[in-house]
């Protein structure tokens, strides 16, 4: 109706983070919990991952098959098209799970999809070194409770702010598998990917991306470490990490689509959601200028 071009994509997806019981995500996860439970007695077998992933692979088998309808009947069978599944990075059997069920899916044998029109999407979040996390060694060693690391975290930032900005850099981009270190989110990116091609989809890239640094709350009473954090991810350490996974992604993924939230209109400090890009219609602040700037190519 609205003359969207037959030559573009319409990607679809059946739903938004069906595996998240947090807030509102919860609405749509019990939903699809109950509609698993009920295709798991139907094709007598679990899924893999959590318990709502089977069903949710299932209906998005039947959206592919709805869709192909609607455009036959709107004469738009040319149209370019895919149906996307959402997972979660850090759980590969998410993937998994959504395929078996998608491969479950029997349907109207002429309206039914072939696998190779379904996408896998990941994250391309990075994190580690505002926050406690008890695993990674972005501050020189593993400690084993909170305290002793934010001890350690304030010590090197009264000492040289300049260096622990360095450091937090260095982690992020490096190949350790450390969680959510940049060689991390390329590991469990690859087993995704992997996960689709062997199933006969294809890999589609991130739906969401960038920071997702939240401060810890002990940390953020002191003004300076509110305004530190702020100040890093609108500088030249944020910028490197933000290029050094276009590489990355780039070079394996040529094809994949990135994304990059940019902390639109709003400090990401005071805010503590990295991932809340403020209105489309905000003007950059200085701090948002600033990086933009940064990545600019030459």
Do not use: C
């Not at 990116?189 to 991130?206: I, K, L, N, P, V």
């Not at 990059?260 to 805010?271: E, Q």
């Amino acid at each position: 109706a609205v003359g969207y071009p037959r030559d573009r994509f319409v990607y679809l997806e059946l739903g938004n983070e069906i595996w998240n019981w947090a807030a509102a995500f919860a609405w749509g996860t019990e939903w699809y919990w109950g509609l698993s439970r009920a295709v798991e007695k139907r094709t007598n077998r679990k899924y893999a991952g959590n318990s709502t992933r089977g069903g949710y692979g299932y209906f998005s088998g039947r959206l592919g098959e709805a869709f192909a309808k609607a455009l036959k009947k709107a004469g738009r069978e040319d149209q370019k098209w895919a149906i996307i599944i959402g997972t979660q990075t850090a759980w590969p059997d998410q993937t998994r799970g959504a395929l078996e069920g998608l491969a479950d899916y029997q349907g109207d044998p002429e309206f039914q999809q072939p696998m190779s029109r379904f996408g896998v999407a990941t994250t391309g979040y990075y994190s580690g070194g505002f926050r406690y996390g008890g695993t990674n060694t972005v501050l020189g060693d593993v400690f084993a409770e909170a305290g002793a690391w934010r001890a350690e975290w304030m010590r090197q930032f009264e000492e040289d702010r300049a260096a622990l900005a360095q450091r937090i850099a260095d982690h992020l981009v490096s190949d350790k598998k450390e969680r959510a270190t940049l060689g991390w989110v390329m590991a469990h990116t690859r087993d995704h990917a992997s996960m689709a091609e062997d199933a006969g989809a294809f890999y589609f890239g991130q739906y969401e991306g960038s920071s997702h640094e939240r401060l810890d709350k002990t940390l953020g009473q002191d003004e300076r470490v509110l305004a530190f954090i702020d100040e890093w991810h609108a500088g030249p350490h944020h910028a490197r990490v933000i290029k050094k996974q276009a590489e990355l992604m780039r070079a394996e993924f040529p094809d994949a689509i990135m994304s990059n939230y940019m902390h639109w209109g709003r400090h990401l400090a005071s805010d503590g959601s990295p991932w809340i890009e403020g209105y489309p219609w905000e003007e950059p602040g200085e701090a948002e200028q600033t990086l933009l700037d940064l990545l600019r190519p030459e």
